[in-house]
Nanobody
Framework: QVQLVESGGGLVQAGGSLRLSCAAS????????IGWFRQGSGKQREFVAN???????MYADSAKGRFTISRDNAKNTVYLEMNSLKPEDTAVYYC?????????WGQGTQVTVSS
């Protein structure tokens, strides 16, 4: 069983920055991919960014140029640095890890961007 614990959410003004953390119960390099999804109120959960076992990163169009995903292998932690935040980035952000056919989710962390 994989445990994922997110932290770093909060309230920020538009144009501000936040860094989310996802601490995994095992090496992040052991996953096919690990990254972030988000779900706004009344919306479907959507992909934000991920990093695969080889270190290749992928971003949703909405995140490109503003968000950066990275990982600290020694801490088994993945980060999402979010800059130039917009009110439409308001959502619960979930860490997600994929191992073969299985996906694991964290409990989520709320990000609220005020205008």
């Amino acid at each position: 069983q994989v445990q994922l614990v997110e932290s770093g959410g909060g309230l920020v003004q538009a144009g501000g920055s936040l860094r989310l953390s996802c601490a995994a119960s095992r090496s992040t390099r052991s996953f096919i991919a690990i990254g972030w999804f988000r779900q706004g109120s009344g919306k479907q959960r959507e992909f934000v960014a991920n990093i695969n076992s080889g270190g290749i990163t992928m971003y949703a169009d909405s995140a490109k140029g503003r968000f950066t995903i990275s990982r600290d292998n020694a801490k088994n932690t993945v980060y999402l640095e979010m800059n130039s935040l917009k009110p439409e980035d308001t959502a619960v952000y979930y860490c997600n890890a994929q191992t073969g056919p299985s996906r694991y989710w964290g409990q989520g962390t709320q990000v609220t961007v005020s205008s």
